[in-house]
């Protein structure tokens, strides 16, 4: 999630947040900009403070005689853009889902797209190199340790150049007080919130930070931040291998599984072990195992994306191979310079040499032995080493007190963000809830229609589910 370079950031000192006071915080200049699939949308921008500007979308309460207030939500990331959610009619929220349609009748959506991403000003913007595919982040030696080191400083040092000195200033202690601003310029009294992923973690600082602004919150995907970095690591790599179990297991019974009747795990660990990797007629290049596993994990974190893995291994494995459905698009496109530099504030790189990274290397393949080449935090911890911008939020013991009661949501089989991490967010936020999805995939949002029903209820209600649910 992080690499930037050092030298140039030596001298570099954070600069103040200067949030502009609640009294003089402007209203918000609403303007149509319908889409497609959204045609009722508005859109804004909001100055936030001396450095940024927010961008905003809204879908107005469709019931506005029976409106409960805005519904500001986040879609995960770090580096997710709400304001491109909303574009698509909320389909990344699930508003296309049965089980929404009375968020939509009461409440305004409001998606923005956080300090630095997007079409926020300025946006953090790095070069075409933040992604090399020669460089390995799991180096074999001390000299493949040293070109990941040098890779990360030299482009992170160009996100640095790109970005300028508010790349400083992204980190999501910071990007609370915005959600802040933005409450006060809607007028509204207090926060509704909807955040999935790296949504829960912002939600859940600004929680800390502005209990009493609180009115209802759903943190779904829990992160939870008061859990090391390095430990992180560890969680999420049994998380992922486990998801890679649940997808061979899937494929010996389901007919949309082109691999059915194979041994799907033995055939993921021959595909990995491809000499020089494989061809991707989309890229005119041949894509690595680590970009092949990190592909694939992108599928494996939504269940309705299973079919399409198993088609793209089945494609990648043919006497004419083609890798083009496993390639990392997500670490390709221009927005993962916001993943890593959002992430490098909040997680940074644990590893304090190539021994103590080769350490964890071995543990890491322990825990995983097929998947071991890619999670999320494994990406972030190695990637995040040498980068240049310090820190500003790393992982320390968070507690939210005085808030309303507020719900946390985690899944058994979720590979992004493991359901212990659910059970320490909740342990850290006074008078919470627990619910757990007992279903497959990434957030109970997005993958669970019981999980909906009771996200709904309480948005609206402010009462959250009885202690001990699990949806099944």
């Known amino acids: 999630m992080k690499t930037k370079a050092l030298a140039a950031v030596t001298a570099l000192t954070l600069l103040p947040l200067s949030a502009l006071p609640a009294s003089a915080a402007p209203r918000i200049d609403w303007k149509p900009c319908a889409t497609e699939y959204a045609p009722t949308l508005e859109c804004a921008s909001l100055q936030v403070s001396d450095v940024f500007s ?30 491109t959610v909303l574009k698509y009619g909320g389909q990344g929220f699930a508003l296309d ?37 020669a460089v390995s982040r799991f180096p074999k030696n001390r000299a493949d340790h040293e070109k990941l080191i040098a890779h990360n400083r030299v482009s992170g040092a160009e996100c640095l150049k790109r970005t300028g000195p508010a790349l400083s200033q992204v980190d999501t ?40 602004r609180v009115r209802a919150m759903v943190l779904d995907g829990a992160v939870d931040h008061s859990r090391p970095t390095r430990q992180a690591v560890l969680d999420e790599t049994i998380a992922t291998e486990s998801a890679l179990n ?14 059915r009747g194979k041994d799907v795990l033995a055939t993921y660990d021959a595909l990995m072990r491809t000499p020089g990797g494989v061809p991707a007629k989309e890229l005119g290049r041949n894509v690595t195992a680590e970009e092949m596993s990190a592909g694939i994990y992108g599928g494996l974190i939504l269940p309705a994306f299973w079919p399409a893995v198993a088609q793209g291994i089945a494609a990648a494995t043919t006497d004419e191979p083609d890798a083009s459905a496993l390639a990392p698009y997500a670490q390709l496109d221009p927005t993962y310079g916001a993943y890593r530099a959002i992430g ?97 995939g990434h957030t109970g949002l997005l993958n669970s229609a019981c999980v909906r029903d009771e996200e709904v209820k309480y948005l609206v209600s402010g009462v959250t589910p009885a202690p001990g649910k699990v949806c099944r």
């Not at 879609?75 to 709400?82: F, N, V």
């Not at 590893?351 to 990274?357: E, G, L, N, P, Q």
């Open 173 to 212: 202690w910071r990007a609370a007080d915005d959600v802040e601003s933005i409450r006060v310029a809607l007028g509204e009294p207090k926060v509704n919130w909807l955040g999935v992923s790296y949504g829960s973690e912002l939600g859940a600082v600004y929680a800390e930070k502005y209990p009493k």
């Open 344 to 440: 490098c504030h909040d997680f940074g790189s644990p590893f304090t040499s190539y021994a103590d990274m080769k350490a964890m290397q071995g543990l890491v393949k322990i825990l995983a032995p097929h998947a071991w080449r890619y999670s999320e935090f494994w990406d972030m911890a190695s990637g995040c080493a040498g980068w240049p911008v310090p820190s500003a939020y790393l992982p320390r013991p968070q507690k939210v007190r005085g808030a309303a009661p507020i719900l946390v949501v985690g899944g058994e089989h979720d590979p992004a963000t493991p359901l212990v991490w659910a059970r320490g967010l909740a342990r850290n936020i006074e008078n919470s809830t627990l619910l757990v999805d007992a279903g497959y």
């Open 97 to 133: 889902k049965p089980e929404m349609a009375e968020v939509r009748q009461r409440f305004d959506v409001i998606g923005f797209d956080p300090r630095g991403v997007g079409a926020s000003s300025p946006a953090i913007t790095c070069g075409p190199d933040l992604h090399d595919p």
């Open 54 to 83: 927010i961008a905003l979308a809204k879908l107005p309460a469709t019931d506005p005689a029976r409106r409960v207030g805005s519904l500001l939500t986040n879609p995960g990331g770090p580096g997710g853009s709400g304001v």
């Open 246 to 259: 649940d997808f061979a297991k899937w494929c010996t019974t389901s007919a949309e599984c082109v691999l």
